[in-house]
């Protein structure tokens, strides 16, 4: 089955050709970022706008790539939640006109579920069930992953999501939007121990995440070491900031994993991009003799492959879409 897929949910024009779900024929992804760094973020009306000069292009591009024409596709698979709400109605609507002229079926893929089918795409001998940490730029879940398409969200940030902490810090030590990567760059030449930062108590669910109080601190540090004329060690800072966000991922994504009776863990998310993510949870998982499963940096970001990947299962679960489709911008990963 040749699905194409979209993705429009933020600051990513993307589409691609993918066949039975993990064989990718084509990826394309235009982004953005460049137009959004002046603005130190996202733009959400400047996202729309773009996304609608792009995406014929982008769709037009990835069916090139895959030398296959419109015709060739099975169904048409688009993000519909969560995002930016302008900027997911201009896939979900060029979706629905596609799939309407087309005569073929419409697959609503949550974003969430996408960065999770990554890893399908990667290590096709992945199955559920497993235990997910998801960290994105509006995201930070830890969810059980019962079949390819039902999930139980046990754990979630109750503010900024993970992304969102390190872009934060990173601005405050003045790198560009977004700063997760300039972050993880740093890290490699700073020593993590240096500055001691807050790892909050989070009250309720011993899943739950908190990471506005880092972010405060680092933002705090940073302001008063200027205010006193002192020089904040950037390196040194970003290391530190690095190792709090992976400990705390890592600690109770492990935390989960042994009261749940999970041994297999899966990663996903922009963030699992990280290389201190990447190593603690690679070592906590030696450590307990878990199995894990970790995207490829080039599928860890947003994209349109795993759009069409985990189309493809919601399609071969009987979940499609009719011509009512709309966009929405806060879904639950268990509403699906
Ligand atoms: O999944 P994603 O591309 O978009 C959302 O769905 O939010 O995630 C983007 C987030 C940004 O906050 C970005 O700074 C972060 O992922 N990110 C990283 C790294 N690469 C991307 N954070 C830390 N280290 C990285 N290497
Ligand atoms: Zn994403």
């Known amino acids: ?162 992304g969102e902490c390190f872009d934060k810090c990173a601005r405050a030590l003045g790198f560009p939007y977004p700063g997760g990567v300039h972050i993880d760059k740093a890290s490699a030449y700073g020593n993590p121990d240096t500055y001691k930062l807050p790892v909050p108590r989070v009250a309720g669910s011993i899943y739950d995440f908190s990471f506005s109080g880092l972010k405060t601190a680092v933002i705090n540090t940073v302001h008063n070491a200027s205010q006193k004329g002192q020089e904040i060690r950037t390196n040194d800072m970003a290391a530190s900031v690095q190792k709090t966000i992976s400990d705390m991922l890592v600690s109770k994504t492990m935390l989960a994993a042994r009261e749940l009776g999970y041994k297999k863990i899966v990663l996903a998310g922009g963030v699992s991009a990280n290389s201190g993510v990447r190593s603690t949870l690679t070592m906590a998982c030696e450590k307990n003799g878990y199995e894990l499963f970790m995207p490829p940096l080039s599928l860890c970001g947003d994209n349109a492959a795993m759009i069409a990947c985990q189309g493809y299962y919601n399609y071969q679960a009987g979940i499609t879409a009719d011509e009512g489709l709309n966009a929405t911008a806060t879904l639950s990963v268990e509403k699906l």
Not at 27 to 38: C, P, R
Not at 51 to 61: A, K, M, T
Not at 128 to 151: K, N, Q
């Open 1 to 162: 089955m040749l699905i194409l897929g979209i993705e429009t949910s933020c600051d990513e024009t993307a589409a691609s050709v993918s066949y039975n779900g993990t064989t990718i024929l084509s990826s394309v992804v235009s982004t953005q970022i460049e137009e959004h760094k002046k603005y130190g973020g996202v733009v959400p009306e400047i996202a729309s706008r773009r996304h609608s000069e792009n995406i014929l292009g982008v769709v037009r591009e990835a069916l090139e790539k895959a030398e296959k024409t419109i015709d060739d596709m099975d169904a048409v698979a688009v993000t519909y939640a969560p995002g930016l709400i302008g900027a997911l109605l201009v896939g979900v609507n060029f979706a629905k006109g596609l799939s309407m002229a087309l005569g073929k079926p419409l697959i609503p893929v949550h974003h969430i579920t996408g960065h999770i089918a990554a890893n399908y795409i990667a290590h096709p001998e992945l199955k559920p069930p497993y235990l997910c940490l998801v960290a994105s730029g509006g995201h930070s879940h830890i969810i059980e992953v019962l079949s390819y398409t039902s999930f139980r969200v046990i754990g979630k940030t109750r503010d900024d999501a993970a």
